[in-house]
């Protein structure tokens, strides 16, 4: 998925608190507008949660949520999906080939505007310091399982959602890498939540499978039937090089990266992001 991952390095702390700023919480509200109702109140409702740069997304990042739904309704029939959620990162993540946080988040919500149950959550790329992905998971499990008791069910009732983050291949391999995720969070991640990891063509996720034996039962590896190679990390290239990324993301995206003129190269580049900081911080004041 290209840098559409992202990767909790032993550098960034360890604990789970929030750090969120005054000004972000000011203007933040969790996205519930396709939250759907649990058809079947015996199974259990899940929410998928995609954390990463998204810079910018891509119809894989989206095709991730429709894999991962058919993969849901036929493999694993005691759940059922009822919602999803791109979390794109905040600037604090500092990473090569980041815009700012909110050209990131304003191309994942148009992508995402013709979605059924794909919707943006700004609460990870609204904050000040770096989110570690469990942070981000347990900000979810609070606004849906305890600030609003769960998900409703046919019945008119409130079932606990299971929260499960969703990623590529590429993911599971850095968390099999030593010294790239911190113990602690592959424990509270793997443990509590679990992860749904459709497979990449060139990347052998028995072998980092075999690392995270411990957790196992907890990670649901999805087949990539219709390949799919596409990558942030190429259409940024292909943009610097003035070819054509039309079919790799969605069309009002590119229409959104030039009006913008994001990646076109790296200059360019930290200058548009510059000012989308600047706009950022404007907006949430």
Known sequence: MGDSPKTDGVAYPNGHAVAATTTSLANYSFPEGRLKTL???AKTPVVLMACGSF??????????????????KFSRTEFEVVGGYLSP?????????????????????????????VMVDPWEVMQKE?????????????????????????DGEKKHARIILLAGADLIQT?????????????????????LVVERAGT?????????????????????????????TKVRLFKRRNMS???????????????????????HQSQSDAKGNASSETSKS
């Open 89 to 117: 990162v905040s600037d604090a993540y500092k990473k090569a080939g980041l815009a700012s946080a909110e050209h990131r988040l304003n191309m994942c919500e148009i992508a995402c505007q013709n979605s059924g149950f």
């Open 130 to 154: 770096y989110q570690p992905t469990a942070n981000v998971l347990d900000h979810a499990e609070n606004e849906i399982n305890v600030l609003r008791g769960g998900v409703t069910t046919v």
């Open 55 to 72: 810079s910018p997304v891509t119809f894989l990042h989206l095709r991730l949520f429709e894999m991962a739904n058919d993969y849901i």
């Open 39 to 41: 058809s079947d109140s």
């Open 175 to 195: 968390m099999s890498t030593p010294g790239v995720w911190s113990h602690q969070d592959l424990d509270h991640i793997l443990t509590r939540y679990g992860a």
């Open 204 to 232: 052998d996720i028995e072998d980092s499978l075999a690392t995270l034996s411990q957790w196992r039962e907890n990670i649901w590896v999805v087949n990539q039937l219709v390949t799919n190679d596409v990558s942030s």
């Open 245 to 267: 990324i039309r079919y790799l993301i969605p069309a009002e995206v590119i229409d959104y990266i030039n009006e913008h003129h994001l990646f076109e190269d790296d200059s």
